[in-house]
C-alpha cells in the first residue's frame, strides 16, 4: 500500500535542543496526523490537523498542515529526555476515507 | 479509563497451531483495526471493521482473519501461524477511523 515519506529516519539530539520532522506525500490529503510511540507501548495521538495551513499546538509540540496539502511538519521546542521514542506520521487521502496511511517513523533519541 | 486491551501481550508458539488476540475497547468505538509492526517497515494494517459484522481487508491480509459480533470486541485469528508472522501487533478503535487509540501491543513468536 501506499506510504508517506517521513524524515529524518532517525535523530540524535541534546537535550535542550529544538527538532523538526517532516512527512510529504504524492497525492492531496485532508487530515494529517502525527503519533508518538514509547519503548514497549503503542503510539498515541499528538496532534491531528484537518485544514491546509492549520498550525496547532500541544506543549512543547508544533505541528503544521501544509499548503499543497501533501506535507505535514512536527516541530519541538528545548528537547527533554522523555520526548525519546518514534514519532509517526498518518494522513487520510482524498480518495479513501477509511483508512490511514502511514510514515515509517522517526526515532529521536535525546542525550541529557 | 478509556483504553483499548489486548491479551495476551506476549506470546510464544509453533507453526501451525491456532491461536486468538483479543481486542477489547471501552469507548463505544464503532471503528477497529488491526496492525503489525516490524523493524524497518513501520506500521502495517491488517484488517478494519467499520462497525459490527463489517469487517475489510487491509494491505496485509494474509493469513489472518477476524471477527466483529460484538461493538467492544476485535479479536485477530491466525489459524496456522508461520514464522512470518512473528511481530509486534497492535489493535486500534476510533470513533471516526483516524483518531486511533492503541492497545498495548502483542509480541508474537512462531517457531
Known amino acids: 500500500g501506499q506510504q508517506l515519506n517521513q524524515s529524518p529516519q532517525s535523530m540524535f539530539i541534546q537535550e535542550g535542543e529544538d527538532v523538526s520532522m517532516n512527512c510529504t506525500s504524492s497525492s492531496i490529503f485532508n487530515t494529517w496526523l502525527w503519533y508518538k510511540q514509547e519503548p514497549g507501548e503503542g503510539p498515541v495521538l499528538l496532534i491531528a490537523?484537518?485544514?491546509a495551513g492549520e498550525l496547532t499546538s500541544n506543549g512543547r509540540l508544533t505541528a503544521q498542515f501544509g499548503i499543497t496539502r501533501k506535507d505535514s511538519f512536527l516541530n519541538i521546542s528545548a528537547s527533554i529526555p522523555s520526548d525519546v521514542g518514534i514519532y509517526f506520521c498518518?494522513?487520510?487521502?482524498?480518495?479513501?476515507?477509511?483508512?490511514?496511511?502511514w510514515g515509517l517513523g522517526t526515532s529521536l533519541a535525546v542525550n541529557p | 479509563e478509556a483504553q483499548v486491551t489486548q491479551n495476551p501481550r506476549y506470546l510464544i508458539t509453533v507453526t501451525g497451531k491456532k491461536l486468538t488476540v483479543t481486542c477489547s475497547q471501552n469507548m463505544n468505538h464503532e471503528y477497529m483495526s488491526w496492525y503489525r509492526q516490524d523493524p524497518g517497515l513501520g506500521l502495517r494494517q491488517i484488517y478494519y471493521s467499520m462497525n459490527v459484522e463489517v469487517t475489510d481487508k487491509g494491505d496485509v491480509p494474509e493469513g489472518y482473519k477476524v471477527s466483529r459480533k460484538e461493538k467492544r470486541n476485535f479479536p485477530l485469528i491466525l489459524e496456522s501461524p508461520s514464522p512470518n508472522q512473528t511481530s509486534l501487533y497492535f489493535c486500534?478503535?476510533?470513533?471516526?477511523?483516524?483518531?486511533?487509540?492503541f492497545g498495548p501491543g502483542t509480541r508474537l513468536t512462531v517457531t
Open positions: 498518518a494522513g487520510r487521502n482524498a480518495g479513501n476515507n477509511r483508512k490511514l496511511i
Open positions: 486500534a478503535s476510533s470513533s471516526n477511523s483516524y483518531e486511533q487509540y
Open positions: 490537523l484537518y485544514k
